[in-house]
Structures are given as C-alpha cells and as structure tokens.
Nanobody, 124 residues
Framework: QVHLVESGGGLVQPGGSLRLSCAAS????????MGWFRQAPGKQRELVAG???????NYADSVKGRFTISRDNAKNTLYLQMNSLKPEDTAVYYC??????????????????WGQGTQVTVSS
C-alpha cells in the first residue's frame, strides 16, 4: 500500500519562496512519471511541472523560470521549489506520481497516486 503525503504549503508575500514536498511511503515501488498540479477557485486543475522517468522536465509557461521540480530517490520524495511567487500562483497544489510496483507473483504494474493537496497563498 502506497501513500503520498504533501507538505510545505503556506502563506507568503509576493516575491517569496516555498518548497513543496511529496513523500511516498510503502515498499517495492519506484517513481516513474510524476508531477505537480494546481487548482485555483473556479478554475480547472492544471499541470504545473512534470518529470519523466528519463529525467525530462516540463513546465507550464506561467511558472517557467520560477519553479523547479526535482526528486530525491533515497528519500522517496518529490519536490517543487517555487521562487518569485505571484498572487496568481495561489491555489491548492497536488502531487501526482505514477509508480512501478512489484506484485506478489513477481510481476510489475504501473499505478497512479495523488497527494492530498496543500494550500499555497501568495498575498501582501
């Protein structure tokens, strides 16, 4: 059983920084594709940053140059470093992970997981 726990959200002033983390607990799994999404009130959930199994990154144009997605394999944790935050970055942020998991029969399968969401508020 795998669970994702998000942390690091909070209230910051414009121009400030936050670092979100998404820790995975469980066993017999490995990160595959992963990313961070966000959803503001009245708006659709959007992809903020993605990271593929081969290490390629992809960012929404609105955050490119300000946000950085990374992972720490030793800690089974995904991160989102957010710099130069703007009021329009205010949203609930969700981590997404596609994991490769070992089954009882020794085979592997890919499974999608979502974090519980963490609030980021940028306001003066």
């Amino acid at each position: 059983q795998v669970h994702l726990v998000e942390s690091g959200g909070g209230l910051v002033q414009p121009g400030g920084s936050l670092r979100l983390s998404c820790a995975a607990s469980g066993s017999d799994f490995a990160f595959n594709a992963m990313g961070w999404f966000r959803q503001a009130p009245g708006k659709q959930r959007e992809l903020v940053a993605g990271l593929t199994a081969l290490g390629s990154t992809n960012y929404a144009d609105s955050v490119k140059g300000r946000f950085t997605i990374s992972r720490d394999n030793a800690k089974n944790t995904l991160y989102l470093q957010m710099n130069s935050l703007k009021p329009e970055d205010t949203a609930v942020y969700y981590c997404y992970v596609n994991m490769i998991e070992r089954q009882r029969d020794g085979n592997y399968q890919q499974v999608d997981y979502w974090g519980q969401g963490t609030q980021v508020t940028v306001s003066s």
